[in-house]
């Protein structure tokens, strides 16, 4: 024991003796679970007031020296007893929840005690804990580290006379009470909208509080702008320009200043096009190829709009770029990442006008491998504006279209030379090619849908892919010979586990993935070839999708499995994308600067330090996750308000995917997924988690991925986003 001297009022000395460290140590670590103070205190017999205040202190420097931790509910666990794992809380509309770390492969269960104690999106320490009755690895919360701040967009209620929002997003169990405020003064019901939480301050019924930001709409008239705020605002997608940006705009010059002109290469006489989709909004990429005249081959030229000239690294423009991350395209509204005047104007190639370019110059052989290339510094001038239906239909012999752009057919149809070359020769041969036909929607004047429809890629699509691939490619090349810490588009391959679940489901259908455990990219593409004309192909390559990772941007090169490729880079959309933004200041530095900047990469500050660079690959990932999350909830919306009207109906679907509680069917007419639950099945059935489908314990009627079923549309759930089907027969 240590002696502890305190000195009171009438200046007498008292001693009061307080267990040392390590005496709270070994009583800690006979308990597995969390001890409170009381606890301790009756351990030592500590009942004095001075005494319970300095074993508080020391409990404290214990903690401050991480010999212990101290959790939520003021208690104390020792280190050695814990199994600690930092991870992000993912919540669950049953009140349960997840915990999600990068340092484990299982996600772990959370408790719907546990997710009273956090919420989803919360960054939490954890202790893990073995749960030896179902076999699971559990999780008990010892602390939040990161609260999750994000507005809560939600419908506004009167009950009993107390005012309260229910959050839209189901993983947010709770509901949330209000408030007074002016805002709700006159605040009809069924009003959605935007809550500020209040963490700190609960009320009797242990519910959180918090205060109305924002009002959207009514929750009885919905439409499309409606849903995509709600979107804009439920993934906390930043959509307001920041004063400061708006200022530095005014000092960007709408022209460009001709001594840019003596720096560059003069390339304005080379009939570049833009080839796009007919409703793209930004043009960042133009491509110029010719057959070589001294030998055999191909000149190739990718221009890429220069938007480092005009987004200077820590600007407020850049700022914002980074927080953004990337652009989102929903239906009614595009959030760019970066403002109009640079995306739709000065970095936008629009036809006949000069613009400053990154050129990625390559030269092919005659199977199109890429034998040399280069970058440099361009101004150029775009000669026309294309649509790949356009540029598919010249090459068809379009005889209108020929005519209309006579002067540059020699020019469009070196394209068509050269993407026969593409089509022979596969720029990765061992890549993996799906050919997943993309479902397209045409919206009304009121952005809702009006019809669907099969949107093919064509010839024309498949062309600029592979030259965006290859300035990919080159560029990858180049930056690797100069290690400079960037961005690398990484798609790691699919792990065992994967792998072993895919050869399951293919075995039910009969199918057989070459490879043994660890399959390479070529055999998913001879796999692919074989099954080419079979009729449930399109749901084949959807399951071998899933089996995949996430691509990801870090600076620790993983290579690309998709495209059995040893490594690979984003260069080609620095509009849209931070990580190309990156990629294009890098290529400068080895342009002009490649010492300068390869002296101080381990300063903080520096353009290119390592640190850095990972904290943005994984913010950048993180936003292009966001932004498919949140466009998914508009189209998902859509999909139901366009269902809506056909409730009642019966079509023919395919079985898309199969999961605990039910099936998906997707509707062979509008290629639409809806949920057939299982409990409305005439039967009990028994869920096949291993090959992924259902039995009738009565019937022994079977129920797989890729069976064909008669359904009808029995309701559309828009909270939920999902439409509800039953079986015709049953």
């Avoid at 804009?232 to 959509?239: A, G, M, Q, S, V």
């Avoid at 026969?420 to 596969?426: A, D, G, M, P």
């Avoid at 259902?694 to 079977?702: A, L, Q, R």
Wanted: proline share 3%; aromatic share 10%.
């Amino acid at each position: 024991m240590v002696v502890d001297t305190y000195q009171q009022n009438n200046h007498k000395k008292f001693i009061h003796l307080i267990p040392s460290r390590e005496c709270i140590l070994s009583f800690l670590k006979t308990y597995k679970d969390l001890i409170n103070q009381k606890k301790i205190e009756n351990k030592f017999n500590i009942n004095h007031q001075k005494d319970k205040k300095a074993l508080r202190r020391r409990l404290r420097a214990m903690e401050r020296d991480k010999q212990i931790v101290y959790t939520y509910n003021h208690c104390y666990i020792a280190l050695e007893n814990l199994k600690i794992v930092i991870g992000k809380v993912i919540g669950h509309r049953d009140g349960y929840g997840f915990l999600r770390s990068e340092t484990l492969q299982e996600d772990l269960w959370l408790s719907i005690q546990q997710m009273k104690l956090c919420i989803h999106g919360d960054i939490v320490l954890a202790h893990i804990v073995r749960y030896e009755k179902k076999g699971k690895n559990l999780a008990k919360i010892l602390k939040i580290l990161k609260p999750n701040n994000v507005l809560i967009v939600g419908r506004y209620y009167i009950e009993n006379n107390m005012k309260y929002v229910t959050p839209d997003d189901n993983r947010f169990n709770f509901k949330i009470f209000i408030f007074s405020s002016t805002i709700t003064k006159n605040l009809a019901i069924g009003s959605i909208v935007v809550v500020k939480l209040n963490r700190n301050v609960l009320n009797k019924n242990n519910k959180i509080q918090g205060t109305i930001v924002e009002v959207l709409g009514s929750s009885y008239k919905m439409h499309t702008a409606l849903i995509t705020n709600i979107a804009i605002r439920t993934h906390d997608i930043p959509y307001l320009w920041p004063k400061e940006v708006e200022n530095q705009l005014h000092t960007i010059n709408n022209k460009i200043d001709k001594k840019e002109f003596k720096n560059r290469i003069d390339l304005r006489h080379l009939p570049f096009f833009t080839i796009d989709e007919k409703d793209s909004c930004d043009f960042d990429d133009a491509v110029f190829c010719k057959k070589k005249t001294s030998k055999e081959g191909w000149d190739l030229l990718v221009a890429i709009s220069d938007v480092s000239h005009y987004v200077k690294p820590g600007t407020p423009l850049d700022q914002e770029a980074l927080k953004r991350g990337n652009s989102i395209y929903f239906p009614k509204l595009v959030i760019p990442m970066l403002p109009e005047k640079i995306s739709i104007n000065l970095c936008s190639l629009n036809p006949y006008v000069e613009r400053l370019c990154l050129i990625c110059e390559m030269s092919l052989s005659n199977t199109g491998e890429l034998t040399q290339y280069k970058h440099y510094e361009a101004i150029i001038c775009s000669h026309g504006r294309f649509t790949y239906d356009e540029i598919f239909k010249i090459w068809n012999h379009d005889i209108q279209l020929c005519l209309k752009y006579n002067r540059l057919l020699k020019h469009i149809k070196n394209l068509l030379s050269l993407q026969k070359i593409f089509k022979k020769y596969n720029i990765s041969k061992k890549g993996i090619y799906f050919e997943n036909t993309e479902i397209k929607f045409n919206l009304d004047a009121n952005f809702k849908i009006k019809n669907i429809y099969r949107h093919i890629r064509n010839d024309a699509h498949k062309f600029i892919e592979s030259c965006m691939i290859l300035a990919n490619i080159a560029s990858s090349k180049l930056i690797k010979k100069y290690q400079y810490p960037i961005l690398f588009r990484n798609h790691d391959r699919p792990s065992q586990d994967s792998i072993e679940n895919l050869r399951i489901i293919l075995s039910e259908l009969g199918l057989f993935l070459p490879g043994g455990k660890n399959p390479k990219s070529i055999d998913y593409s001879d796999f692919l070839t074989k099954i080419k004309s079979r009729p449930d192909y399109e749901m084949i390559q959807t399951v071998l999708l899933r089996s995949m990772k996430q691509a990801v941007y870090s600076p620790d090169n993983h290579g690309h499995f998709g495209l059995s490729l040893s490594s690979y880079v984003h260069f080609t959309s620095p509009i849209r994308r931070y990580p190309d933004l990156l990629l294009h200041r890098a290529i400068k530095c080895v342009l002009f600067k490649p010492n300068e900047y390869m002296k101080d990469l381990k300063k903080e500050n520096n353009l290119f330090n390592l640190n850095r660079i990972k904290k943005i690959g994984m913010h950048c990932s993180m936003t292009e996750r966001r932004a498919d999350e949140a466009t998914r909830d508009v189209m998902d919306w859509l999909k139901c308000d366009f269902m809506k009207k056909k409730i009642g109906n019966t079509f023919t679907g395919v079985v898309s995917s199969v999961v605990s509680f039910g099936f998906f069917v997707r509707l062979n007419k509008y290629f639409i997924d809806g949920l057939v639950r299982i409990e409305n099945l005439n039967d009990n059935y028994y869920f096949d988690s291993i090959g992924l489908k259902f039995i009738g314990k009565s019937t022994k009627n079977i129920f797989r991925l890729g069976d064909l079923v008669q359904v009808k549309v029995i309701s559309v759930n828009f909270i939920q986003k999902k439409i509800e089907l039953s079986l015709c027969s049953n």
